[in-house]
């Protein structure tokens, strides 16, 4: 069954780096009930041959009142970020949703491994969150990669985390020069914390260019294709 389609009012608007930023939207018919790692699609009003269809991952756990956060980063000459950036509080926009299968896996018995690039960690957060207002005691290991110092998203969030939960690990890297560094330097943290270990559950988000060489490191190494998660937004 297709999933309603309904306007949703913009609460508040906040810009989280120079290039990212976060909307808080309430649906206006029906409340939309999610897991977190999932996401909604916008409906915009822009394009040749609108609405643009656009993917968001939900960035906060489900909140009793009905509000998603959404947040994205503009891309230069992106219809739907750049229109997305002219909306402020007050705006109307028609989303869908949810949708998505990158969610915990149950049980989680073994360590998890997060490992996203750029606003692929936005997922990850709500996942995040979950877990820490749950008092899921799972050891997780989160490897983020930026591709400056100016954008590392959620850089103090992770370090409180990591001061109130003693399962909880965060490595940050920063990657100026594109998804293929961001892969190298992930696979060299990567490789001394799996190799040789017992297995983890991964989940991998982010562009393809960055998902998919990490994937094949999993399955490569002995993973079945099952066992690792992944997103991609591109």
């Not at 260019?209 to 094949?216: E, I, K, T």
């Amino acid at each position: 069954m297709a999933e309603l389609t309904q306007p949703a009012t913009v609460l508040a608007v906040t810009d989280l780096t120079p290039h990212v930023r976060q909307l808080v939207v309430k649906p206006k018919t029906s409340k939309i009930s999610f897991q977190p790692g999932q996401w909604v699609s916008l409906k915009l009003p822009v394009g040749p041959k609108p609405p643009l269809n656009r993917a968001y991952s939900i960035a906060d756990p489900p909140s009793p009142y009905g509000e998603l956060t959404l947040v994205f980063d503009r891309v230069p000459g992106g219809l739907g970020s750049n229109y997305l950036y002219e909306l402020r509080s007050g705006d109307e926009v028609l989303l869908s949703g949810p949708y998505g299968k990158f969610v915990l896996p149950q049980p989680l018995d073994r360590e998890l491994l997060l490992i996203a690039r750029y606003t692929g960690l936005v997922p990850v957060r709500c996942l995040l969150k979950e877990m820490f207002f749950s008092k899921i005691q799972t050891p997780v290991l989160l490897i983020a990669a930026a591709p400056n110092e100016d954008e590392v998203l959620f850089h103090q969030e992770w370090l409180t985390m990591g001061m109130q939960l003693p399962s909880f690990r965060y490595l940050p890297l920063v990657a100026q020069n594109g998804e293929a560094e961001a892969v190298e330097k992930a696979l060299s943290m990567l490789t001394p914390l799996v190799k040789g270990q017992p297995k983890v559950v991964p989940m991998i988000c982010g562009t393809k260019a960055f998902v998919r060489p990490l994937l094949a490191y999993f399955t490569d190494g002995g993973y079945a294709r099952k066992e690792v998660k992944i997103e991609t937004y591109d």
